[in-house]
């Protein structure tokens, strides 16, 4: 095997994940990130290359940024998970979560999941007033709601039937609205965040998402209630600001699940990256997380069954 395809394999093995880690530092690079499943199976196969050469230093070398790419995959893997909890069906929450992209007008595929899986509150993002007058008129069932339509791709709307309180509020700069809803459940009280971040598809947009989500973790860190957050976050797991969440006390429900990818939902599920998430406080356990059909959106609907304290 040729020196110079060698070099040219080793080189292109090691050059994603390097650039993905500098991904905390510029917002080009933090697009790699998020590539982190596809990028160590592409490390694995070009560690066979290497070996199959008998280029060992190089292998050798490679084999060490796959390790740092698993480690970081590990959480995910279903072998992980460590629950063993006693389930009380009144403590259970089930939520639905869809971006369902602004100008999808398959309403009908959203409602009938909604009437298949029954979900206990429904977090909907990207509506518009199209997309908040069908869903006024059809979720019937859900008497408590508060919807901010939009045409811009921010629209957000949280439907529920479960007595709640709930307020829009504005986190960073971005000017986008996410929602904070309290729910009361004999002594304790919940809160649940619904928030969509902008996409970090420039400079100022990458600053502009992480400031959300920073000033978000902030919010939830002073606060003693029980908390689910869930939203498009325009993120992986795998980034920064998505650990700045997780050091706010709180799990993420796909852990010891599966990465569970649910964009675009247009491409194979392979080349699908995880950026609809749902958090959750270490007081509440989690009973089931699946990511649900295509609705027409560009994002696959997440589905969430928990077990509160």
């Known amino acids: 095997m040729k020196k110079s395809f060698c070099w040219t394999v080793f080189l292109a093995g090691v050059a994603g ?19 982190r499943v596809q990028l160590s199976v592409f490390l694995f196969f070009t560690l066979l290359i290497l070996l199959f050469g008998r280029q060992f230093k190089k292998a050798a070398v490679l084999g060490v940024v796959l390790l740092f790419c698993f480690i970081s995959l590990f959480p995910y893997l279903s072998f992980s998970r460590r629950d063993n909890f006693l389930r009380v069906p009144e403590k259970e929450l089930r939520i639905l979560l869809a971006n369902v992209c602004t100008s999808n007008r398959r309403y009908d595929m959203l409602i009938n ?51 709640m309180a709930i307020k829009v509020k504005y986190i960073g700069s971005a000017g986008v609205p996410s929602l904070e809803c ?8 919940i809160i649940l965040w619904a928030t969509h971040p902008v996409p970090p598809i420039s400079d100022e947009y990458w600053h502009l998402r992480n400031e959300q989500l920073r000033e978000l973790s902030a919010l939830i860190s002073g606060s003693d209630c029980q908390v689910v957050v869930a939203g498009d976050f325009n993120t992986s797991p795998w980034s920064r600001c998505f650990n700045g969440l997780k050091a706010a006390k709180l799990d993420d429900t796909a852990a010891g699940i599966g990465v569970q990818a649910s964009w675009p939902a247009m491409w194979p599920a392979f080349m699908r990256i995880p950026i609809d998430h749902v958090l959750i406080s270490k007081e509440i356990k989690v009973i089931e997380r699946c990511v649900l059909e295509d609705i027409g959106s560009d994002h696959l609907p997440v589905f969430v069954r928990l077990q509160l304290k």
């Not at 390097?18 to 991904?23: E, I, L, N, R």
């Open 182 to 189: 309290l729910i009361e459940e004999d002594d304790d009280e």
């Open 17 to 35: 994940p390097v650039v993905s880690f500098a991904g905390r530092w510029y917002w080009f690079f933090d697009i790699f990130t998020h590539f």
């Open 113 to 163: 999941l909604v009437k298949t899986k029954m979900p206990d509150i429904v977090i909907l993002e990207e509506i518009d007033q199209s997309w908040y007058n069908e869903l006024e008129k059809s979720l019937t069932d859900y008497k408590v709601y508060k919807a901010v339509p939009r045409d811009d791709n921010f629209g957000i709307a949280v439907f529920s039937k479960i007595p």
